[in-house]
C-alpha cells in the first residue's frame, strides 16, 4: 500500500462539519503535509485515514481498495500522535517493540527491530530508561520510534513537533525528512505550523473551515497562492495584503488603497478593473531613504531585528506595509521613507470571494 486517496469525505460532528467534501490524492513515499489554523479539520482527516473515525460521506481509497469499513489495526497504517501516548512504566525498549509484541512477532525479532529503529534515531543508549526520566525531545523519537519499527506503507503523524522547544523542533523537522528519505514510505504529516509545511514538504494541501484551499509543492503555495486565505497563512512574515481598487486612469491601469498609488504594467494591468486585495511578501518591498520614481513616502512605524534580516513597518497612510531588508537598517522611528512596490511581485485577489486573479 502506497497511494492514499480521498474521494469527496465528509466529516459531521452533529451539526457541525469538521470535513467538507474533501478530494486529494497522496502519492506514493510522498510527504504530504495538511496545514491549516486550529479547528480546520486536519487532524480529523488523519484520524479518518488511519480508521479512528469514520467518514459521514465519501471514500478512502489505499492503493485501489476502498478502506472505509476497515478497522485502524487491519490499514497498513503507523500513526505518531502529539501527545507521544508512551506507556509510562514500560521502558523505551518495550515502548518501541510493543505493537510488535501484540502482534506476536518473535521475541529476536523484535530486539533486532527495536534496535534497528532506535538506531535510525539516535536513541540507542535510551533504551533502558523510562519515558519520565527522558527530555521532551527524546520522548519524541520514542513515539517515532514506535512507528517506524512497524513496517507499513504509510506513516501518518498529527504535530509530533508541537510540545517541543523551537531548537529541538528545527533539528526534529530535519531528522523526520531524513526518515522519509530512508523509509521511502508515503508521509502524512498534520501541523498548524506552516514553517514545518515549507521545509518538509513535497507538496502541502492547506485547509480553512474543513476545505482544501490549495494543494501543491510548497514553492508554488509560496509563488502562487490560490487564494487569499493561503497568501496571508504560509509566509512568515506574513504577506502584505491591500484592500483597494484597479481603475483605468489617463490610459493607465492604477491600484488604490490604503495609502498606496501603483501603476499596473502589463501582464499585471489584465486584471479586469474593480475591488481587489494587492498582496506582497515583505521581501519584494524596497526602502530608500530618498525619492524614486515608483516610490511611496511613508514614515518608519517600527523596525524589527530578525537576524540577518530586519522586519521594517512603514506607514503609508491608510495602511502599515512591512518591508524586510538586509541588516543594518540605520534610520530610526519615525525616519521619513521611500517604498517600492516590484510590480513583477505582487499578487492580487478579488475582493469578493478572494480568489487569485494573478
Ligand atoms: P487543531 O490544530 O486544533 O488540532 P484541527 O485542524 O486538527 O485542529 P480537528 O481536530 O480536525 O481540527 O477539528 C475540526 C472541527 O471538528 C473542530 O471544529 C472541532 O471542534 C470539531 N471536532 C473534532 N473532533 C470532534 C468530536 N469528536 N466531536 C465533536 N466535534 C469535533
Do not use: W
Amino acid at each position: 500500500m502506497a497511494e492514499v486517496r480521498l474521494e469527496r469525505v465528509r466529516k459531521e460532528f452533529g451539526r457541525a462539519t469538521a470535513v467538507e467534501d474533501l478530494t486529494l490524492t497522496v502519492r506514493d513515499r510522498e510527504f504530504l503535509t495538511l496545514v491549516g489554523p486550529s479547528g480546520c479539520g486536519k487532524s480529523t482527516t488523519l484520524r479518518m485515514i488511519c480508521g479512528l473515525e469514520r467518514p459521514s460521506s465519501g471514500e478512502i481509497f489505499f492503493d485501489e481498495q476502498s478502506v472505509g469499513y476497515l478497522p485502524a489495526n487491519k490499514r497498513d497504517v503507523a500513526m505518531v500522535f502529539q501527545s507521544y501516548a508512551l506507556y509510562p512504566h514500560r521502558t523505551v525498549e518495550q515502548n518501541i517493540g510493543f505493537a510488535l509484541k501484540m502482534m506476536r512477532v518473535p521475541k529476536p525479532e523484535i530486539a533486532a527491530k527495536v534496535r534497528t529503529a532506535a538506531e535510525a534515531l539516535g536513541i540507542t543508549d535510551l533504551l533502558d530508561r523510562k519515558p519520565r526520566e527522558l527530555s521532551g525531545g527524546q520522548r519524541q523519537r520514542v513515539a517515532l520510534g514506535r512507528a517506524i519499527v512497524r513496517d507499513a506503507g504509510a506513516y501518518l503523524l498529527d504535530e509530533p513537533l508541537s510540545n517541543l522547544d523551537a531548537q529541538l523542533r528545527v533539528h526534529m523537522r530535519a531528522e523526520i525528512k531524513r526518515l522519509h528519505a530512508d523509509l521511502s514510505r508515503t508521509f502524512i504529516y498534520v501541523t498548524h505550523d506552516q514553517v514545518e509545511a515549507m521545509t518538509m514538504s513535497d507538496r502541502i494541501a492547506v485547509m480553512s473551515d474543513g476545505k482544501l484551499q490549495q494543494c501543491a509543492p510548497p514553492e508554488e503555495i509560496y509563488q502562487r497562492p490560490a487564494n487569499r486565505f493561503v497568501a496571508a497563512f504560509m509566509g512568515s512574515p506574513p504577506m502584505n495584503l491591500l484592500p483597494g481598487e484597479i481603475r483605468d486612469e489617463d490610459g493607465v491601469r492604477r491600484f488604490r488603497g490604503g495609502g498606496v498609488v501603483l501603476d499596473l504594467p502589463p501582464p499585471v494591468a489584465d486584471v479586469l478593473t474593480g475591488a481587489v486585495e494587492l498582496g506582497i511578501r515583505p521581501e519584494h518591498v524596497r526602502i530608500a531613504d530618498m525619492p524614486r520614481p515608483g516610490y511611496l513616502p511613508g514614515r518608519v512605524f517600527v523596525a524589527e531585528l530578525l537576524g540577518s534580516d530586519v522586519l521594517v513597518t512603514v506607514d503609508v497612510g491608510a495602511a502599515l506595509v512591512k518591508a524586510r531588508v538586509p541588516s543594518p537598517f540605520l534610520l530610526g522611528q519615525d525616519s521619513f521613507v521611500h517604498i517600492g512596490l516590484d510590480p513583477a511581485q505582487i499578487h492580487l485577489f478579488a475582493a469578493a470571494d478572494g480568489r487569485a486573479l494573478r
